[in-house]
């Protein structure tokens, strides 16, 4: 099945950008170039750093860049949606959704998403909206960012074989970062059991384990039920990726803003990639979609920042949560004296 031969976009329907949609259409015309395997995929949470990372990587690879490509507002993702019985879901459920694959590769549907965004052709000008420019669609070099992914990115890596990159953020600097954008609503609506328990696609076998944890925590405030499905969701995919030999990587974002240069090298090195230029430097602007509040910050206050945007109680809420699913690890700024 090819993007033109998807059903036209039902709800909801996305704003139009002229130039996304002429970089649509070079990407189908130069889709033949393009390898799934050598094109690599940038995974982490919400608000984790993935779209700075993601840039950054454009400009050190020198590559184009795909954004959020199994978002509500692709018709790939809308026929996956069809498929797994939840596209009568509210918008806001949609776009916490995390696709599911209980199987070793990816069939389908989901088989198609990936492959479309693994060769840049994902349909739509909404996903292409923050490239520099139509040159950027030219590049040789594809990075896909996908925050939704961890819950079926192992079956898709087993498939196609491209490198990954998962980033990960102290949970506590993303929900503060939540909290300091237009990112809150969104966790305002988030329903743990719906996410992890109700879809009968597998995914309640594996998380039913801890469903007494899942409606005690539904019944919670929003820090709480986003600090859950970080951990659970992260879990999942530290689970799914044990013992795992082929080219996945899992950094801290802490690591890469803090170490820049030598890591971003060690990193793409592990991952078989080379820079495009052997003096690269890495971008210090923030990302496009960095919070307005956050905007000129350094890398120290985006770091620490949460120390003074989260009240002590969240903070230990968050570390109690984390901590209960053994992830305490990934409070990479220490725990809160």
């Not at 409606?215 to 799914?240: C, F, G, H, I, N």
């Amino acid at each position: 099945m090819s993007p033109t031969d998807l059903p036209e976009p039902s709800r909801p329907h996305p704003p139009r950008d002229r130039r996304g949609e002429l970089a649509y259409w070079i990407d189908r015309s130069l889709a033949f170039r393009f390898d799934p395997s050598d094109t690599l995929l940038v995974s982490g949470f919400w608000r984790s750093g993935t779209t700075w990372l993601q840039e950054a990587l454009r400009d050190v690879l020198y590559a184009k860049t795909l954004f959020e490509p199994l978002c509500p507002l692709t018709r790939e993702t809308q026929v996956l949606h069809a498929q797994h019985g939840v596209d009568g879901k509210s918008h806001e459920f949609l776009r916490l959704y995390m696709p599911f694959c209980g199987t070793e590769k990816v069939e389908g549907p989901l088989h198609e998403a990936f492959l479309q965004m693994l060769r840049g052709t994902s349909w739509g000008s909404w996903v292409r909206r923050f490239r520099k420019g139509l040159a950027e669609s030219l590049r040789p070099r594809l990075v896909v960012k996908v925050v939704t992914a961890p819950l079926c990115l192992r079956a898709a890596q087993n498939t196609f074989g491209m490198p990954v990159l998962h980033v990960y953020r102290d949970p506590r600097a993303v929900i503060a970062s939540t909290k300091k954008t237009r990112w809150h609503w969104l966790f305002d609506h988030l329903n743990l059991q719906e996410q992890l328990l109700d879809i009968p696609d597998g995914r309640g076998e594996y998380f039913a384990k801890w469903r007494d944890e899942i409606l005690e925590y539904d019944r919670a405030d929003p820090v709480t039920r986003t600090a859950a499905y970080w951990s659970l969701t992260e879990k999942y995919l530290q689970e799914s990726y044990a013992g795992y030999q082929g080219r996945f990587e899992c950094v801290s974002y802490e690591q890469l803003a803090q170490g820049r240069e030598p890591i971003f090298r060690s990193t793409l090195a592990q991952l078989g990639l080379s820079p495009w230029h052997e003096h690269f430097r890495v971008p210090e602007a923030d990302s496009t979609t960095t919070a307005v509040v956050q905007r000129g910050a350094t890398v120290q206050e985006r770091v620490e920042g949460w120390r003074t945007s989260l009240s002590s109680s969240e903070v230990a809420a968050i570390e109690t949560i984390v901590s209960r699913f053994g992830l305490a690890d990934r409070l990479t700024a220490g725990v809160n004296p």
